[in-house]
């Protein structure tokens, strides 16, 4: 079968939609869209409609492959295939288009995230010469969170505690303070050693500034640890946090609880949510203190496009 390529740029909103909810109409989590919800997804994750693909089968859109860029960067936000079209190699044939072009844009790399359970994506990835960078998880918590350690948090914000207890490494003071998320931004580049992945990025984050709050955490006058988070119909979201590298593991974790226990005392939500945190980590061991189950296993993988 011969399949057209015409670009996402050519394609009207609707026509996307119905194509976009089909191909991930048995996808492992739902991510159904509507023409609303698809363009912001367009606009956080920088999708360069210009840059990204539809296969054809005659008339018929039958696949649809989005490419992010964001400088040298790019970035498969989605790619999906018709379900009555799919193991035909319209997959492999617009991956290859988008790489194509990511060439020609002289970016130097491209990463995705794949189910870690999709074996057949994963062979398909590697094929094109991706390799695995981490592990990552989607987070969920629909129970009451755990109840709050003796003075493991403020009682106010902007109030001082002391972390006493022996789970805690640092024997000092903690202050815990709502932050405008301008200034919470630096921290998402400054505390994590590899960037967050593309959605939790403080590009996409700064896109989502008027429905997110940043709180940060304090030792003396330097930051020790943030957590983004926001609060809707659907429960608490977690969107990323991290510690500063300097601290310890240990440290780094105990800082952590302290803001997602702040988080849960200020916004006590049932249901609660985190999606794409680095596993074997820190940032595991914190969900799981605060009462998260990790529902689904993502693998991040990159191809270098360029060799310095």
């Known amino acids: 079968m011969e399949y057209g390529i015409g670009r996402v740029s050519g394609i009207d909103m609707d026509s996307l939609v119905e194509l976009f909810n089909d191909a991930y ?106 390799v695995p960078v981490r592990d990552l998880g989607l987070w969920e918590r629909n129970t009451p969170p755990p109840a709050q350690a003796s003075g493991s948090v403020p009682a106010d914000h902007g109030t001082r505690t002391r972390r006493d207890d022996v789970t805690a490494p640092l024997q000092t003071e903690v202050r815990v303070g709502a932050v405008r998320m301008a200034g919470v931004l630096p921290l998402v580049d400054a505390f994590n050693e590899i960037r967050p992945c593309w959605q939790n990025e403080a590009q996409s984050l700064v896109k989502m500034s008027d429905r997110l709050v940043g709180y940060v955490s304090h030792v003396d006058s330097a930051a020790t640890a943030y957590v983004v988070f926001g609060d809707s119909a659907g429960g608490l979201y977690v969107a990323d946090f991290a510690a500063a590298p300097r601290l310890v593991s240990a440290q780094r974790q105990s800082m952590c609880e302290i803001l997602l226990s702040a988080v849960d005392r200020d916004v006590p939500r049932m249901s609660a949510k985190a999606f794409n945190i680095p596993l074997q980590g820190y940032q595991e061991a914190v969900l799981r203190a605060r009462g998260f189950d990790l529902t689904l296993a993502q693998q991040e993988m990159v191809l270098c496009l360029k060799w310095r």
């Open 25 to 130: 109409s048995d996808y492992y989590v739902d991510v159904q869209v509507n023409p609303a919800r698809l363009r912001g997804l367009i606009e956080r994750e920088d999708i360069q409609v210009d840059n990204s693909f539809v296969a054809y089968e005659g008339q018929l859109p039958v696949g649809v492959v989005f490419l992010g860029v964001r400088g040298k960067r790019g970035y498969i936000c989605g790619m999906g295939v018709r379900t009555s079209r799919q193991r035909r190699g319209v997959g492999e044939l617009l991956m290859r288009r988008a790489l194509s072009e990511s060439r020609r844009l002289g970016l130097s790399s491209v990463q995705l995230e794949v189910v870690a359970a999709n074996r057949r994506a994963i062979a398909l990835y590697s094929k094109l010469g991706f």
